[in-house]
């Protein structure tokens, strides 16, 4: 399928070191592993295969609807670049225009709803916040960055022209501590080796381990989507160390230790039916918010798809998650109209998706007979948005 890019082999084999390199996404070399672990994986029950059916289904009817230039903003292509990663389409002009590559439209800053994403501060590319930008600090940088789109690829505001790299070296000069460093997290874990340090603007070091332990520190609230975005750049940062091989001692020991915990104490607020209080982490029961339940449900099974041991995805607490989802989006796939919903609802929507991604890409795609068109896995090419 077209949106059938592998998100944590992309983590596990692409590497920080290739990506600082420039060098190219080893997408044929991750295909061929999942093909050789899926000859070592028992067959799934019935119940399962209904269950993959219905999460791929789901992923299809979504992405055949897509976001458009003229009525969507950045922030909107966003959220679906995140549920699709590289394989993400827009229309361009409108809803009836020509198909545009998603990560294209935001790295070339095409005007999207009157909106430009990219600005310039100095010879540097930056991502702006605001309305229909971006919601969260450095936002743009862990799309990329869980999209394994390379460190090479192009970005262009006006006349400039420079690389994902040139924003990322700009996010380097902007880590300050105490701020919402979630994002940046996901961002360095992937586009920075393991032991580079650098400075920011006022000459202080940094390093990946170093935003850990602020992200660690950080107070945040327990009822906003905030909450799950620290917990998202706690678990990529980790995930990526262990993948590596590296050893999970100092702030890396600390986060695994702290997930864990903040797991289990997730899964105790969890509803009968698989879902979470539009309150997140701050309350617990069912809630009459059909479109809160979702986004909280959504943004919270999309961690715990990424987070969980392997082993404990086929528990009946995170299948019952994944089948709501499921059921919710696929039920109302043929009521969404991406044009007439709010930009709230294209995010929730997005994160939903994205947890029925991760969770296939780690559960079912190892049993797949045939492993996807490495063609469809790799970002789109430099010198054009369109497709």
């Given at each position: 399928?077209?949106?059938?890019?592998?998100?944590?082999?992309?983590?596990?084999?692409?590497?920080?070191?290739?990506?600082?390199?420039?060098?190219?996404?080893?997408?044929?070399?991750?295909?061929?592993?999942?093909?050789?672990?899926?000859?070592?994986?028992?067959?799934?029950?019935?119940?399962?295969?209904?269950?993959?059916?219905?999460?791929?289904?789901?992923?299809?009817?979504?992405?055949?609807?897509?976001?458009?230039?003229?009525?969507?903003?950045?922030?909107?292509?966003?959220?679906?670049?995140?549920?699709?990663?590289?394989?993400?389409?827009?229309?361009?002009?409108?809803?009836?225009?020509?198909?545009?590559?998603?990560?294209?439209?935001?790295?070339?800053?095409?005007?999207?709803?009157?909106?430009?994403?990219?600005?310039?501060?100095?010879?540097?590319?930056?991502?702006?916040?605001?309305?229909?930008?971006?919601?969260?600090?450095?936002?743009?940088?862990?799309?990329?960055?869980?999209?394994?789109?390379?460190?090479?690829?192009?970005?262009?505001?006006?006349?400039?022209?420079?690389?994902?790299?040139?924003?990322?070296?700009?996010?380097?000069?902007?880590?300050?501590?105490?701020?919402?460093?979630?994002?940046?997290?996901?961002?360095?874990?992937?586009?920075?080796?393991?032991?580079?340090?650098?400075?920011?603007?006022?000459?202080?070091?940094?390093?990946?381990?170093?935003?850990?332990?602020?992200?660690?520190?950080?107070?945040?609230?327990?009822?906003?989507?905030?909450?799950?975005?620290?917990?998202?750049?706690?678990?990529?940062?980790?995930?990526?160390?262990?993948?590596?091989?590296?050893?999970?001692?100092?702030?890396?020991?600390?986060?695994?230790?702290?997930?864990?915990?903040?797991?289990?104490?997730?899964?105790?607020?969890?509803?009968?039916?698989?879902?979470?209080?539009?309150?997140?982490?701050?309350?617990?029961?069912?809630?009459?918010?059909?479109?809160?339940?979702?986004?909280?449900?959504?943004?919270?099974?999309?961690?715990?798809?990424?987070?969980?041991?392997?082993?404990?995805?086929?528990?009946?607490?995170?299948?019952?998650?994944?089948?709501?989802?499921?059921?919710?989006?696929?039920?109302?796939?043929?009521?969404?109209?991406?044009?007439?919903?709010?930009?709230?609802?294209?995010?929730?929507?997005?994160?939903?998706?994205?947890?029925?991604?991760?969770?296939?890409?780690?559960?079912?795609?190892?049993?797949?007979?045939?492993?996807?068109?490495?063609?469809?896995?790799?970002?789109?090419?430099?010198g054009s948005a369109g497709k």
């Open positions: 399928m077209r949106y059938g890019m592998v998100v944590l082999v992309a983590w596990a084999i692409g590497g920080p070191g290739a990506m600082a390199t420039g060098a190219e996404d080893p997408k044929p070399q991750s295909t061929a592993k999942a093909a050789d672990a899926s000859a070592e994986q028992p067959a799934i029950s019935k119940e399962a295969v209904a269950l993959r059916d219905r999460i791929r289904r789901t992923l299809a009817l979504y992405f055949h609807q897509p976001v458009n230039t003229a009525d969507h903003t950045p922030a909107d292509i966003l959220a679906f670049c995140l549920a699709y990663g590289c394989d993400t389409e827009v229309r361009y002009g409108g809803s009836a225009g020509q198909a545009a590559s998603g990560i294209g439209c935001l790295c070339w800053n095409y005007p999207c709803a009157g909106y430009q994403l990219l600005t310039l501060e100095g010879s540097r590319p930056v991502a702006r916040m605001g309305y229909g930008l971006q919601a969260y600090p450095s936002q743009l940088l862990g799309v990329l960055a869980a999209s394994a789109v390379p460190a090479k690829y192009q970005m262009r505001i006006g006349t400039f022209q420079g690389t994902v790299a040139d924003l990322v070296a700009a996010e380097q000069l902007d880590c300050r501590s105490g701020s919402d460093l979630s994002h940046k997290l996901i961002g360095m874990a992937f586009y920075v080796s393991e032991d580079q340090t650098w400075k920011n603007h006022r000459g202080e070091p940094w390093s990946v381990e170093r935003l850990l332990k602020e992200e660690l520190a950080r107070s945040f609230d327990l009822q906003t989507a905030d909450a799950v975005n620290r917990l998202l750049g706690l678990s990529y940062a980790v995930e990526r160390r262990r993948r590596l091989g590296k050893p999970l001692g100092g702030e890396f020991a600390r986060a695994e230790q702290y997930l864990a915990q903040f797991q289990e104490y997730a899964l105790s607020l969890q509803n009968p039916e698989g879902t979470w209080h539009p309150s997140f982490f701050a309350a617990r029961g069912p809630s009459s918010d059909a479109w809160g339940t979702l986004r909280s449900t959504g943004f919270i099974g999309e961690w715990l798809a990424l987070s969980l041991p392997k082993e404990r995805l086929a528990e009946p607490r995170m299948v019952k998650t994944v089948s709501w989802l499921a059921n919710w989006l696929e039920t109302g796939a043929s009521r969404w109209s991406a044009t007439a919903a709010t930009p709230r609802q294209i995010e929730s929507i997005g994160h939903a998706l994205h947890a029925l991604r991760i969770y296939d890409e780690r559960v079912f795609k190892p049993h797949d007979a045939a492993p996807a068109d490495p063609a469809a896995a790799r970002p789109p090419e430099n």
